[in-house]
Nanobody
Framework: QVQLVESGGGLVQAGGSLRLSCAAS????????MGWFRQAPGKEREFVAA????????SFVDSVKGRFTISRDNAKNTVYLQMNNLKLEDTAIYYC???????????????????????WGQGTQVTVSG
């Protein structure tokens, strides 16, 4: 059973940066696309970013393009979300997730819907203050 643990959240002023980490244990992420989602109070969980299995392809929701980057270190079984120029509207609980399907070695898949993922972390709170 894969366990995903997010870390790196916290309180930051608008314009600041945070780096989230998602460490996997009990299983590998190496053959899977990985994603980050977020959920703000009173809102639906939304896609933020995804990365294909070898890290060569990424996808982002429009609202974070140019500010967030996603990366992975398969040797460390870890995925990262670097968040720069944070805005008030980035305040949310951030979750990482593993694709439910094994990706082919050359796959460029970066799933963007929650139902494409079947393992989720517990989330880490990101709060951006004005």
């Amino acid at each position: 059973q894969v366990q995903l643990v997010e870390s790196g959240g916290g309180l930051v002023q608008a314009g600041g940066s945070l780096r989230l980490s998602c460490a996997a244990s009990g299983g590998t992420i190496n053959s899977y696309a990985m994603g980050w989602f977020r959920q703000a109070p009173g809102k639906e969980r939304e896609f933020v970013a995804a990365i294909n299995r070898n890290g060569g392809r990424t996808s982002f929701v429009d609202s974070v393009k140019g500010r967030f980057t996603i990366s992975r270190d398969n040797a460390k079984n870890t995925v990262y979300l670097q968040m720069n120029n944070l805005k008030l509207e980035d305040t949310a609980i951030y979750y990482c997730a593993r694709d439910r399907k094994v990706s082919a070695f050359v796959s460029i898949s970066t799933p963007q819907t929650a139902d494409e993922y079947n393992y989720w972390g517990q989330g880490t709170q990101v709060t951006v203050s004005g």
